[in-house]
Nanobody, 123 residues
C-alpha cells in the first residue's frame, strides 16, 4: 500500500507562490488517482485538485482554477501542487491522498492520507 509524506508548506505573503510535494512509497503509485485537500480551522476538509493515475486528467475547485496546478511524476512517485497568486483564504492544512477511484472528489473515497502541511498566507 502507498504511504504519503507532504512537504513544501510555509508562510507566504498574499500574491506569492508555494510548491507542495507529496512523496509516495510503494510500487503502486501510478494505479492511484491522487488528490490535494485542505482544511481550515473549524471547517471541513475540501477538495482542492485531483489528477488521474497517469496524469492525463485533472480537476480543480473553482476558487483555485488558473492559480493552482496539480501534477505528478510517476517515475519519482511524487505528486505536486504549484500554488500561485496565493490569497489569505488559501490558508489551511493541505493534505495529499490516494484513491482507487478515478478523479474522485469525495474524501471518503480516498483511503491513504498524508499527515498534512500548513500553508499560511498573510495579507
Amino acid at each position: 500500500q502507498v504511504q504519503l509524506i507532504e512537504s513544501g508548506g510555509g508562510l507566504v505573503q498574499a500574491g506569492g507562490s508555494l510548491r507542495l510535494s507529496c512523496a509516495a512509497s510503494g510500487r503502486s503509485f501510478s494505479r492511484y488517482a491522487m488528490g490535494w485537500f485542505r482544511q481550515a480551522p473549524g471547517k471541513e476538509r475540501d477538495i482542492v485538485a485531483t489528477i488521474s493515475g497517469i496524469g492525463g486528467s485533472t480537476y480543480y475547485r473553482d476558487s483555485v482554477k488558473g492559480r493552482f496546478t496539480i501534477s505528478r511524476d510517476n517515475a519519482k512517485n511524487t505528486l505536486y501542487l504549484q500554488m500561485n497568486s496565493l490569497k489569505p483564504e488559501d490558508t489551511a492544512v493541505y493534505f495529499c491522498a490516494a484513491s482507487p477511484v478515478w478523479l474522485t472528489v469525495r474524501p471518503h473515497e480516498y483511503d491513504v492520507w498524508g499527515q498534512g502541511t500548513q500553508v499560511t498566507v498573510s495579507s
